[in-house]
């Protein structure tokens, strides 16, 4: 529920430029919509996701977003 609702932020902000998502617990379907976010926004520079606890899958989805 947090990372949708984050997600939903990302994709809508249009100033934002730095996100410290660390300590954070993200689930697949969080880790889906945290992608399709960082798809839309083109104004975040810095993502920190230092020590979150994601799964295997969930954090390839994120990866393969960033990559584009």
Do not use: C, H, Y
Not at 10 to 15: A, E, G, H, L, V
Not at 32 to 54: E, G, H, M, P, Y
């Amino acid at each position: 529920e947090g990372a949708a609702a984050i997600a939903k932020a990302i994709q809508t902000n249009k100033s934002l430029e730095f996100l410290n998502m660390s300590g954070n617990i993200i689930n697949n379907k969080g880790a889906i919509d945290f992608a399709d976010a960082l798809l839309v926004n083109s104004t975040l520079r810095i993502l920190k996701l230092d020590k979150i606890r994601i799964d295997p899958e969930g954090a390839k989805t994120i990866a393969k977003a960033l990559e584009t």
